[in-house]
């Protein structure tokens, strides 16, 4: 990645960040937040490749991580993870459309979020299991609201790097 | 570039990316290595992008609570008249009481909260995603707030100081189910339970209070201020929500609602003791 599209990302990064800190952690809807950080790792791996799906997940759960008192990589790790099995299960979609885009956020921000809580508690972080189901529906609806705009702002930061590795045509490989 | 090699430098990146992520964590998990250090870098660096990002977001976040939550906003708004109308009423027994609490307390020379200096903090950063159960505050160690104090708002117990980086704190809310036991006393009967995070934001007891022992729903609990209990004495902890029994019928459960609203906190007080307050 060119030093200019690696600024780029991180401003939308920073962006990200802020509008989770400062809007969507604070509105709570059935006891549960949003959490648009995740998105940002979904949008990526869709916008490019696993690769960079999983390089930009990394990095912001990284930072998210440095801000929570939780214990530090395990977002990181579940971001990367994400990030990865977006940009890899895109490349099996036999065509990109709106649809199947909508549904891979929304199935890739449920396994997050789950994998996550699995994560946290092998940390020794004691989650509540009842709760779950409502943060997983609020995720889930949140980062399906916001996965277009998002990755508008990651396509414009990606740039031609970012064009070169999407798929919106009839593609299959084997 | 062929596919077979593109898939080959995904596998590495992930890998190393998992690696990094395990080394960190294992870093944190033995509180050695520069995670503390890039924490408060990280918090500090962040301050003024929050900030900013608050100024700008502070009528959105406020349009949506007056959208969303007109009809609680009318509710609370009503309770707190008829509550406002009992208070009232109150006030006049109440100085009364706390005359003759203080010169019991004075009596027996008990520690009381009022004596214990405090700090006054704004809440500057609230739980930011579903598995955070922390707050952050804008005092650190330079006003001598150190790890384990107990954090309250006039309504009682918050929290306790979980890590304190130069000019901020951050604080564990006593709903976290990572919170440690707090034990406290019922008002009315005097027994101690250990009260530990339950569902729902509640607090529950299931140990300590006994059977044939007295419970109103309503009855108000205090930091007990025993050896077990971390706080000093007579911080409001919550009031009793329901009563039932542990599963081999020998001692009550309580299922107690915090006293302290920990949603939309903006102030709160760090109480400046930790184990001499006891």
Redesign the interface.
Known sequence: MSGVVVARVALVG?FV???????V?????IG??G?I?LLFAIAAGLET???RG??CG?ALG?????????????S??TM??VG?GV??AKDLVLRSSRLTNLALVALASAAG?LL??GA?VV?G????A??LPA?VVV?VAVNALLSTPLRWALRWAFGSEGQTRRRDQLVF?R | MPRSRRFGRSRFTLVVLILASLTILTLDYRDTGPIQGLRGVAATVFSPFRSAGDTVATPFRNGWHGIFGYDDLKDENADLRTQIEQLKGQEVADANAAAENDALRRMQDLPVTADIPRVVAEVISAPLTNFDTTIEINRGSGEGIKVGMAVVTDAGLVGRVVSVLGGRSRVQLITDLDFPVVGSRLVDSGDVGLAEPGTDGNLLIDAGIELDTAVERGEALVTSGTPDSDYPPGIPVGRVLSVGRTADRTERTLVIEPAASLEGLRFVAVLLCDQDCQ
């Open positions: 920073l960040l802020m509008l989770q800190v400062c809007m952690s604070q509105v709570v809807v549960a937040r959490n950080v490749d696993a690769r999983a390089i990394f990284l930072v998210l991580d440095l801000l929570l008192d939780t214990p530090a990589g395990i990181a790790l990367a993870l990865y940009g890899s979020t996550y809580a946290a940390l972080v004691t989650v509540d009842a709760a943060i995720i490989h």
